[in-house]
């Protein structure tokens, strides 16, 4: 880290420093997940769908609140009136 703040006489400066490495790092992070995460992906995923991750992770989670949102029906009970995918049982 070679920045003014901490070295006097050097042209870095901390902003400069920031702007430089946290782009890196988030990158770097998103590289990483997307190679190394078998719990969001099978096996077999192509590059695209690891490197399109986020979105696929949001999705997900969307998915998820729609079928609980679904399964809140329920009876006096608390017997749920939908199956695991979220159908009626009839």
Known sequence: MNVREINPGTKGSLSKYFATALPLTILTAWIITAFQSEAI?????????????????VMNVIQKRTKVKKRKDQDVFSISLYDEEGIPIQ
């Open 41 to 57: 992906f099978p096996e077999g995923a192509s590059v695209v769908k690891r490197l399109l991750w986020p979105f696929f992770l």
